[in-house]
């Protein structure tokens, strides 16, 4: 999975795989949305194809970041841009109670995959036996996953 890191931070510890910026101290929402290499959009572009000497439109569009014109997937015209921002808006009243931090944030496959992780804390189950909370959220900007808002107890690097 690690050769699949496009960008991305991490707080305090270098992730197993070496790659990503360190951050020594937890980010607010807009820096972490910087750091993470997350802060481009994407755009749907309607396609088009030859026929007969003339260009048609395609019923499909591309979904194209504005940043290098890559092309991340392809889409129906009803489909719904869930944005990087749109990411850390949603965790940004989370992290603004202080009770949440940005522990990790980045993308994968050149672009395609996002996600964030926050961290909440931790308990001392038994003596040295530390229960980490996390929870992570994930998108895609090529359909091929629902935007997902998930509790783990794993720290979630890529």
């Known amino acids: 999975m690690a050769a699949l890191v496009e960008s991305m931070f ?5 992730p197993w ?20 290499g997350l802060n481009w959009t994407v755009n749907k572009v309607q396609m088009s ?16 970041r504005d940043l290098d014109g890559e092309q991340l997937g392809t889409c129906k015209s009803g489909y719904e841009i869930f944005q990087n921002i749109d990411g850390f808006e949603w965790c940004r009243p989370l992290v603004e109670t202080d009770l949440w931090k940005y522990e990790t944030a980045g993308s994968l496959r050149g672009g395609v995959v996002g996600w964030i992780l926050l961290k909440q804390g931790e308990i001392e189950l038994v003596h040295k036996d530390v ?22 107890s794993i720290r979630v690097v890529c």
């Open 10 to 14: 991490s707080v305090k510890q270098i």
């Open 17 to 36: 795989h070496q790659q990503g910026e360190v951050l020594m101290d937890y980010p607010t929402t807009d820096e972490a949305y910087v750091k993470s």
């Open 49 to 64: 194809y030859p026929f007969n000497g003339e260009s048609k439109l395609s019923s499909d569009f591309a979904l194209v």
């Open 131 to 152: 229960l980490k909370q996390y929870l992570l959220l994930t998108w895609s900007h090529d359909g091929s996953k629902c935007i997902q808002a998930l509790p783990t």
